[in-house]
């Protein structure tokens, strides 16, 4: 692909029926393409105007949904498997947040899903590059998609997505206010999102124990090791925070008998319990990349993805594979992985930015524990009034007779504990989560 003498290539396609030799089928009005945003670096997105019986797509606000990982794909994972029009069996989804806003999708960074690089030189190594990357495909999208300048624009995100989703808001009120990209930013949410992730660490050990699921011995252990995590991070020694933080998840899984990271009701297969006994020759590297890259691309989503979507879709180059490089993106951004962003989501609050923090209640990797300590941690000023406010219960959409979730918001900060869901909230609870986003977008009060 020859970028252009902008620096970028945009490819555009509009989806009205069943695509040309293809047996998906389209419930919204779509468009997708690539941006390139560095000299061999293409950012694939794609883009799904809100499909609602009630008001057009432009009384309705623009959302953008960043997957963790780093390498999960937004396009694949969180299109198909959480909030997008279709499931992965090419079902209506009836929680489709495309029924109360457009929904964008991107593949970041650089390399993930659709996305990717001629070199493996050119994939990201912090959130700051990230961050440089996704002003370039933001700048494209708004130039060519201009009907979307003047709609109210959110950034919605979940796990390590929260974490790029902080340092890429920041720079888009930068570039707003300088003139560089014309849209209308109207906050961020980060959804169990890797803000603080010493924080996640150090209470990992007391909600397992106050869950039933470590005994005294494994408490114990499980705090060791993960004071062994804080040591390096307090020395600034993020890699091997990193390769501790592996260590501890194994302590965790050998005390609990494989609790599933994402929802403690749940448990790892009897292949990733092995996979951690029996400790991999490449390293860490190659745990981690199982526990947290592999169930995003999990067999039937890989087959469904560069099968008839990738038919369907038509522009994505027949060499690239999709999540190919997946691995090689979580590989290249470890030494980024253990850091904290506290400060960028202060700086946000400071700016005036509204920030929601939503979180699921049977999440292990990052607690609710853990999110609570870094919201203490905030300079904000309106730390101290959020702190003694109570919360609001919500009505279960599902179960009009049980609590849905509580929240509670206070100028531009809002946070909301999501029951009964665990990492992935829109898959657990799809009503309560599209319920929450009509909320945020001030759609619900």
Request: net charge negative; with cysteine.
């Amino acid at each position: 692909m020859t970028p252009s003498g902008t620096g970028m290539l945009v490819v555009v396609l509009l989806a009205w029926s069943l695509y040309e030799g293809s047996s998906v089928p389209v419930q919204a009005k779509e468009s997708w393409g690539y941006v390139d945003v560095r000299e061999g670096a293409h950012m694939f997105w794609w883009l799904y105007y809100a499909d609602s019986s009630s008001a057009s797509y432009r009384e309705l606000p623009l959302v953008m949904w960043l997957q963790g990982g780093p390498g999960g794909s937004g396009c694949g994972f969180g299109n198909f498997e959480e909030i997008g029009p279709l499931d992965r069996d090419l079902k209506p989804r009836e929680t489709s947040w495309v029924r109360a806003s457009s929904v964008l999708f991107v593949d970041n960074p650089v390399g993930t899903g659709y996305s990717y690089t001629d070199s493996e030189d050119a994939l990201t190594k912090d959130v700051g590059m990230v961050a440089s990357d996704m002003m370039v495909l933001l700048k494209a999208f708004f130039s060519l998609k201009k009907e979307f300048q003047s709609i109210p624009f959110f950034i919605f995100s979940e796990s390590y997505g929260g974490k790029m989703a902080a340092a890429i808001s920041l720079e888009l009120t930068e570039a707003i206010q300088a003139g560089s990209i014309k849209c209308n930013f109207a906050g961020v949410a980060l959804g169990d999102s890797w803000i603080s992730p010493i924080d996640s660490v150090m209470t990992w050990g007391p909600y397992l124990y106050s869950t039933s699921l470590l005994d005294d011995n494994g408490l114990n252990e499980v705090i060791t090791a993960a004071k062994a995590v804080l040591e390096a991070v307090s020395q600034g020694q993020y890699q091997k925070a990193t390769e501790l933080w592996s260590v501890t998840e194994n302590v965790i899984e050998q005390n609990t008998n494989g609790v599933n990271f994402y929802n403690i009701l749940s448990q790892n297969d009897d292949e990733m319990l092995k996979s951690t006994s029996e400790r991999s020759a490449n390293g860490f590297i190659t745990l981690l990349k199982k526990r947290h890259i592999h169930p995003l691309h999990r067999q039937s989503l890989s087959k469904l993805m560069n099968g008839q979507i990738k038919q369907k879709l038509g522009v994505i180059p027949k060499n690239v594979t999709w999540g190919g490089q997946a691995e090689d993106v979580f590989l290249n951004m470890a030494g980024d992985f253990m850091k904290p962003v506290v400060d960028v989501v202060d700086k946000l609050l400071a700016a005036g930015v509204n920030v929601t923090v939503y979180n699921g209640q049977l999440d292990l990797i990052v607690d609710t524990m853990g999110q609570e300590l870094w919201v203490k941690k905030l300079k904000w000023e309106g730390l101290q009034s959020f702190s003694k406010m109570k919360w609001t219960a919500l009505v279960d959409p599902q179960e009009q007779s049980q609590t849905g979730a509580f929240f509670k918001t206070y100028k531009n900060f809002a946070f909301y504990w999501i029951l009964k869901a665990g990492h992935m909230i829109p898959a657990d609870q799809g009503p309560m989560a599209l319920r929450m986003l009509k909320m945020i977008t001030q759609q619900d009060g």
